[in-house]
């Protein structure tokens, strides 16, 4: 069965430093990967996608993600911080009828 | 595109008591989703539509929920004899119906049971 795996509960990371959120997933295919991005009482907003190709992904808000199959990890990066960033974020990934596995998320804390 | 759009926003109940939740998809998409999130946990995937077939329940969905969708279009969800246990926020998502499409969730109805 799928699964994802989000190690870092919380991170924390100061204005204008880089980030990177680890997700690490298990599929038994070719996997459909997303990123999500949550604020607090809002829904859930696509970040980026990997379904094939180039392994490096870019996606809104200056955010990027990697694939590397060999280590099961598609890990979202971004090289500035801004203090909007602040959220929760998931990683999913894709099963069959669309239907998505989501990891337990996130959150990320900003310091100004 | 007017995105998903749920209503209640918000839902305070007594156990043992009814509810209903409405979900308007993307006006295009073929599927719709429902989710649960728990406080601290990712969404978990309750059950989905294409057009007006329920095609996959989840076993997280007792046999006091209940899913329609009954015109392809808007969909609901409704839980009968609410428990404590019930307390989440539901999301409703909805996409085209090939495999890659992403989903676009609603804000979501955040349900407290009493």
């Known amino acids: 069965a799928q699964s994802v795996t989000q190690p870092d509960i919380h991170i924390t990371v100061s204005e204008g430093a880089s980030l990177e959120l680890r997700c690490n997933y298990s599929?038994?295919?070719?996997?459909?990967l997303f990123w999500y991005v949550q604020s607090p009482g809002q829904g859930l907003q696509l970040l980026l996608k990997?379904?094939?190709?180039?392994?490096l992904v870019q996606g809104i808000k200056g955010f990027e993600a990697e694939f590397k199959r060999s280590q099961s990890s598609f890990n979202l990066r971004k090289p500035s911080v801004h203090w909007s960033d602040a959220a929760e974020y998931f990683c999913?990934?894709?099963?069959?009828?669309?239907?998505?596995?989501f990891g337990a998320g996130t959150i990320l804390r900003v310091k100004s | 595109d007017t995105g998903v759009s749920q209503n209640p926003r918000h839902k305070i109940t007594k156990r043992g008591q009814n509810v209903t939740f409405r979900c308007d998809p993307i006006?295009?998409?073929?599927?719709l989703y429902w989710y649960r999130q728990t406080l601290g946990q990712g969404p978990e995937f309750l059950t989905y539509?294409?057009?007006?077939?329920?095609?996959?329940k989840s076993r997280l969905l007792s046999d006091r929920f209940s899913a329609e969708r009954p015109k392809g279009s808007f969909s609901t969800l409704e839980i009968q004899r609410t428990e404590q246990g019930d307390s989440a926020m539901y999301l409703c998502?909805?996409?085209?119906?090939?495999?890659?499409?992403?989903?676009?969730f609603g804000n979501g109805t955040r349900l407290t049971v009493t």
């Open positions: 990997y379904f094939s190709g180039d392994t």
């Open positions: 006006s295009e998409h073929n599927r």
């Open positions: 998502a909805s996409s085209w119906v090939q495999d890659n499409s992403p989903l676009h």
């Open positions: 539509f294409q057009n007006e077939a329920q095609l996959e």
């Open positions: 599929y038994g295919a070719t996997p459909y």
């Open positions: 999913a990934v894709g099963a069959r009828g669309n239907k998505l596995v």
